[in-house]
């Protein structure tokens, strides 16, 4: 049993890989980009729609959400594309983790988040521009 969710939880994780690489090919149709590109962001990214610390709750978007915003990108990507890219996925396992990829997440999330602030602060504090 183990064994079956350290295989699927591998399948989950180059599945995400294939759906950030079908998010920037060219033959994807664009309604499949825009969705593998929000799946795969959401799933590499540190932050979560539900905290991990909340009990059950927490770890509830990475065993149903996830997979299931999974399920339904692969399907609106052609089947022989999907294979394509998964193969590419498995290449792309092998190699070194980015660094830089990581602070260029992170530094988005920041930015995002500064944004927000920024933008909603007046509507929070009451104050009127």
Request: hydrophobic residues 60%.
């Amino acid at each position: 049993m183990i064994a079956k969710a350290k295989q699927w939880a591998r399948g989950i994780k180059r599945d995400i890989l294939a759906l950030w690489i079908a998010a920037r090919d060219p033959r994807t149709p664009w309604y499949a980009k825009a969705m593998a590109a929000a799946v795969a962001a959401y799933a590499l990214s540190p932050i979560d729609l539900i905290p991990d610390f909340i009990p059950v709750l927490g770890y509830l978007d990475d065993l149903l959400l996830l997979p299931i915003g999974i399920l339904l990108v692969v399907r609106m990507i052609p089947a022989d594309l999907m294979a394509e890219f998964r193969a590419k996925a498995v290449l792309l396992e092998a190699k070194p983790v980015s660094r830089a990829a990581m602070v260029f997440i992170i530094g988005l999330w920041l930015i995002c988040g500064g944004l927000v602030i920024w933008l909603f602060w007046p509507a929070v504090t009451g104050e009127r521009g």
